[in-house]
């Protein structure tokens, strides 16, 4: 060790440990301190008096640099240029090699490194326990040692991942979290908004604010494409040109859709082979309008909504067969009636005067050709005929019927209507507030930001253009006579007994006189 004439102490760098008596120092490594001031320094230098500084302690500041003459912090380690800067630590367990133990270092583009170059852990601790891992294989573990996932939460009860922003706030009622306790998992957005799930860089699914689940749809609308799952408890489903649902209950028969009313089935509809089983628990009724049309009872029988008030079928909408193990029964309690007379002269008169005739129907020549079968009957228009040639008008009387109807329609679609989506209040992406930061001499090294609260997007559903719909012709406007063969008949058996009457009154007189 050397003291020059300025009182500053050299040991040499390279013969100390070989030379400790040595005070010839000239062109040497050197470690230097200055008796006068609070700074010790290890210097190289190839002449005394042109030194470059190497490590520097600040004992005012208690603040070591390395490379840096100033240094800023307890320590700092200083290259010039675009340099890489590294610490480096091994152990006889690592290696001593580049490639070996453990790095902290700054690139040589500015970004800041962490670097285990081991076949092991990185363990971050806080109050003498591990809280953050990351494992060779590069699972991230927060509250485990052993991450067995890109990224492992655990605590021992209730785990959670949070991500707030500043205007959800901070708190653990604030923002959004995933966690699990026991064995129950759960998604919670702690905030009065929604909960968006996207594929393809799309929004397919939300979960809104009042927790209606919306799917292929952003807002409750039955103008737009998409399923509503309401949170009272309600199903929609809209589609355009497709069917809304299917149902599919594979390998068995029975129920598809179950109807209960206040937890008691009432009915279902299933399948059962290749049919179509509507199934009521009790009676199966048809309404229109909250009005009862028709009822399938219990036993079977089909009746009407009300007694007496419906037909079935109509003029232009007739059932061309009815099948029956036994007649019809129509009313005739006498309770039920008034003016109850002999059947009228004349009306006989005219009952006389219509005939049976065999005929073919034309529809059933049209469809079935020569295999269309004969039928016997009366000529409706006949039977006018034969009352008006009495002076009788035929549709006084029940036995003759006329209908007439106008053009009957059904609306289809052409064109489907066109909607657009209208933009009310436009999304705002929000900005979390950045605080302005200074260095040491008062630069600004960090721009303050002011805080941007989100904005979600509303939109609506505008008509552009109305639906193009037609009518289409069902059925074309026409006229149709008709009898009831029931009452002819009984006019038929009057005609019949008058005649009978007649007949024998004429055999019970003595011969040769006159009626």
């Not at 989100?454 to 505008?462: D, G, I, L, S, Y």
Request: aromatic letters at 6%.
């Amino acid at each position: 060790m050397a003291i020059d004439s300025t009182n500053q102490g050299y040991i040499d760098a390279q013969n100390y440990a070989n030379d400790p008596n040595n005070v010839d120092v000239p062109d040497r490594d050197h470690q230097k301190y200055s008796e006068g001031i609070d700074t010790f320094q290890l210097t190289q230098q190839q002449d005394v008096t042109d030194l470059t500084s190497v490590i520097t302690a600040d004992a005012i500041n208690d603040r070591v640099g390395i490379n840096e003459a100033t240094p800023l912090r307890e320590l700092h380690i200083h290259k010039d240029g675009a340099t890489q800067v590294a610490m480096h630590l091994t152990n006889g367990t690592t290696g001593k090699d580049v490639g070996s133990g453990f790095d902290f270092q700054l690139d040589t583009d500015g970004d800041a490194q962490i670097l285990q170059r081991e076949n092991g852990r990185l363990l971050l601790y806080t109050n003498n326990a591990v809280r953050q891992t990351i494992d060779s294989a590069g699972n991230v573990g927060i509250g485990t040692s052993a991450p067995v996932r890109d990224l492992h939460v655990h605590d021992a009860s209730t785990a959670y991942l949070m991500l707030s922003n500043n205007t959800s706030g901070q708190t653990t009622a604030d923002g959004f979290q995933l966690g699990q306790e026991g064995l129950d998992t759960f998604m919670i957005n702690r905030e009065a908004g929604h909960m968006r799930f996207s594929t393809n860089n799309t929004e397919a699914m939300r979960l809104d604010s009042s927790q209606n689940l919306l799917v292929g749809k952003t807002s409750i609308s039955s103008a737009v494409a998409g399923c509503e799952i309401k949170s009272g408890g309600q199903l929609f489903a809209t589609k355009d040109s497709d069917y809304c649902a299917r149902f599919n209950r594979l390998t068995t028969d029975g129920a598809v859709i179950q109807i209960q009313q206040a937890g008691v089935l009432v009915g279902s509809i299933g399948t059962e082979g290749t049919k179509l089983d509507i199934n009521g628990g009790g009676s199966l009724a048809f309404s229109i309008n909250g009005s009862e049309k028709v009822q399938v009872e219990s036993t079977g029988i089909t009746r009407p909504g009300t007694d007496n008030t419906q037909s079935l079928g109509k003029a232009s909408f007739r059932w061309s067969t009815v099948y029956a193990g036994t007649g019809s029964i129509n009313t005739s309690d006498e309770r039920t009636k008034t003016e109850v007379v002999d059947v009228e002269t004349l009306a006989m008169d005219a009952g006389d005067l219509i005939s049976v005739k065999q005929f073919k129907f034309k529809d059933a020549v049209e469809s079935k050709g020569s295999d269309a079968r004969l039928h016997f009957g009366v000529i409706a228009q006949e039977v006018k005929a034969a009352f008006e040639s009495v002076g009788l008008d035929g549709f006084a009387y029940g036995v003759l019927c006329y209908d007439e109807w106008e053009d009957e329609f059904k609306t289809v679609t052409v064109e489907p209507a066109v909607y657009e989506t209208n933009i009310i209040t436009p999304a705002v992406e929000g900005v979390e507030a950045v605080a302005e930061e200074l260095n040491e001499d008062g630069d600004v090294i960090v721009e303050a930001v002011e805080a941007v609260e989100a904005v979600e997007e509303v939109t609506e559903q505008v008509l552009v253009t109305p639906a193009v719909t037609e009518e289409q012709l069902v059925t074309p406007a026409g006229n149709r006579y008709g009898v009831r063969y029931d009452e002819l008949m009984a006019l038929k058996i009057a005609c019949l007994e008058r005649k009978l009457s007649k007949s024998l009154r004429h055999d019970s007189l003595p011969q040769g006189s006159n009626l």
